[in-house]
């Protein structure tokens, strides 16, 4: 018996119940097997009035999980009225749901509209009024058109809250439950996210009816097809060692994140100024630039992305051979997160990452927390960059030459070599097309720790720790507030030149502390204060003991203004107001960082405090 080969294919989407329109779509898109949540998901969505709750990463290709049975079951009707809205956090993310589900409907005439703030509210309304069956979009637009009666939602019958533990850390609570209060009681909820905090558990209880939850095996980067390296390096030299391993890969294709938007403007137009396809990605882009960037990026006109993890969200740029963490992760999900765009579909991939001699003890966190094997490598020396090149440039010459020569080039080639030393001539033309690639004098030397230096660093930094284990038992914590942090005095303020990122990154590289240790930071004319936990403070201390102005310390505890009662009141204050913050709707382009820069304070790559005396920086 002979089988029809496209019967075959793709069988394991057929068993979840699947159409043979949907079949052929996902031929076209050259998908084989249906991943772990499509296999979970597709046949309880296939199933009448089933609510899911679905956990799973990015990249596991939940959108297909969704997408399919909604496409499989909306535009019945004779005319198109919205059947189906997906609500997403950011605007670049509605245009890859909305392409993708548009890829994967083959040939049925489903009407699919993205519908985002940045956009053109007067071509959205006539696309609404036009008709379509899927609106997938972000919470402040919808809400827009909720209000303004442009979004009829009185034939709903699916609401997906896509990556929404993003979409609560954002701050779009509000404008969610407010979307929810609005569309109709008869209609499936599908809520997809990559955690489960408990915010998103009492979402699911409040607008959803007894829904199944399924909860995909939880990726590590042990289980990417992605080499990992990380350097070793100071902050001055990461440029350095950035443009070195570019140069070494013959098809450099990559992301390279930074931890600010001001950082990866810097990076980003200092590459571009040394001759690489790079542009930078941040919140501060318009939608117009942001999509022409990511348009360029696609079609390989850029080779180089420099971005930060919020302007990130949402990416979908295929092939992508290097993520480079220029600057350390926060926490080992967004080291997942970021290390989870390449080495995609049994592709391989490399991620590398920098890190600084004083982020070593939380790199090591991170490595054991996301179960990675990273690997230590040295920056590559010029030596074997030039190498590398060498090698690239001679295959693409006898690649070049391997052709059949064209009888009208013979002419000139005679009238060229007539004469002259063929060799040298060559030699003279390789040099005009290649120009400098081969000057070893591009790149500068990168200075090392010495390893006996290390040791002594890493039993400096031991004696410190039992020093202030010891100190703690003996002195207690006299300047503790309730949640177990000491406010510090610094004497140095507006006057001097100060700010919060400026005093941030001082005390983060003098005194090797992290940054998410440093809390309420506060900055007045001539002084300012700064919280952190009491061994972090006794840290803090320690490397500032030696550090005087006018015979008193730079760095020392604060005095309690009002006794300790008053000072818990200012604490709970200080707490409330945090709280009220973080209640507060953030867009997402406000992309937000924390305290410190990461770029150099000088050529050594250290921050000192202003000098106040001469009104700069100290030596």
């Known amino acids: 018996m002979v089988h029809n080969p496209y019967e075959m294919e793709l069988e394991g989407f057929r068993e979840l119940g699947l159409s043979e329109e949907s079949i052929a779509a996902l031929r076209e898109k050259g998908f084989e097997e249906p991943t772990e949540i499509q296999r979970r998901a597709i046949p309880l969505l296939l199933q009448e009035g089933t609510e899911i709750v679905g956990q799973a990463q990015t990249g596991t290709g939940k959108t297909a999980a969704f997408a399919l049975p909604i496409l499989e079951t909306v535009g019945k009707g004779r005319e198109e009225a919205v059947e189906a809205l997906i609500l997403v956090p950011t605007r670049e993310l509605a245009s890859q749901v909305s392409e993708e589900m548009s890829s994967l409907r083959g040939k049925r005439t489903i009407g699919i509209a993205p519908i985002y703030g940045g956009a053109s509210m007067t071509q959205q309304l006539k696309r609404l009024r036009r008709g379509v069956s899927i609106v997938v979009g972000t919470p402040g637009r919808i809400l827009d058109h909720i209000r303004r009666g442009s979004l009829d939602l009185s034939r709903l019958g699916f609401l997906v809250l896509d990556e929404a533990d993003e979409m609560l850390d954002m701050g779009f609570i509000d404008d969610i439950e407010a979307v929810l209060r609005a569309v109709p009681e008869k209609k499936r909820m599908l809520l997809f996210s990559a955690t489960m905090p408990p915010e998103i558990m009492k979402l699911a209880e409040s607008f959803m009816s007894d829904p199944q939850i399924i909860r995909t095996q939880k990726q590590d980067a042990s289980a990417l097809s992605t080499d990992q390296i990380y350097y070793e390096v100071r902050e001055s030299d990461k440029l350095e060692a950035l443009t070195r391993i570019i140069d070494r890969e013959s098809d450099f294709y990559g992301v390279v994140f930074c931890r600010t938007k001001l950082q990866c403007d810097e990076i980003g137009q200092k590459l571009h100024d040394r001759g690489y396809d790079a542009a930078a990605l941040h919140g501060d882009l318009s939608q117009r630039e942001r999509e022409m960037i990511l348009r360029r990026m696609k079609e390989h006109q850029l080779s180089i992305l420099v971005a930060t993890d919020v302007a990130a969200r949402g990416l979908d740029i295929q092939d992508l051979t290097h993520v480079i963490n220029y600057t ?288 700069r920086r100290r030596k």
């Open 328 to 615: 350390i992760p926060q926490d080992p999900e967004i080291y997942i997160h970021r290390v989870g765009r390449t080495g995609r579909a049994g592709k391989n991939g490399t991620a590398i990452t920098f890190i600084t001699p004083s982020e070593a003890r939380k790199f090591a966190y991170i490595r054991k927390a996301s179960r990675s094997d990273i690997r230590r490598e040295e920056i590559p020396k010029a030596e074997e960059i030039i190498g590398r090149k060498k090698e690239r440039i001679q295959n693409e010459v006898l690649s070049s030459i391997s052709a059949e020569p064209k009888p009208e080039y013979m002419e000139i080639a005679e009238a060229v070599l007539s004469g002259r030393d063929a060799t040298e001539a060559f030699a003279s033309l390789l040099a005009s097309v290649y120009k400098n690639e081969l000057d070893a004098s591009r790149y500068r030397d990168i200075s090392a720790a010495s390893p006996k230096a290390k040791r002594e660093k890493s039993r400096r930094e031991r004696r410190d720790e039992a020093r202030n284990r010891e100190r703690y038992d003996r002195i207690g914590a006299p300047s503790l507030d309730e949640e177990g942090t000491t406010r510090l005095y610094i004497a140095r303020g507006r006057k001097d030149g100060l700010t919060k990122g400026m005093l941030a990154n001082i005390i983060m590289d003098q005194a090797g502390v992290r940054d998410e240790d440093l809390r309420d930071i506060e900055i007045n004319e001539t002084s300012s204060f700064i919280s952190a936990p009491f061994s972090v403070a006794e840290t803090i201390l320690q490397a500032y003991s030696d550090r005087s102005m006018k015979g008193r310390p730079i760095v020392m505890r604060a005095k309690p203004e009002g006794g300790a009662r008053d000072s818990r009141k200012r604490n709970s204050g200080r707490r409330e107001a945090s709280k009220a913050r973080g209640r507060k709707r953030r867009q997402w382009e406000d992309d937000y960082q924390p305290y410190g820069r990461d770029t150099s304070d000088g050529d050594d790559g250290r921050y000192r405090f202003p000098d106040r005396k001469k009104g």
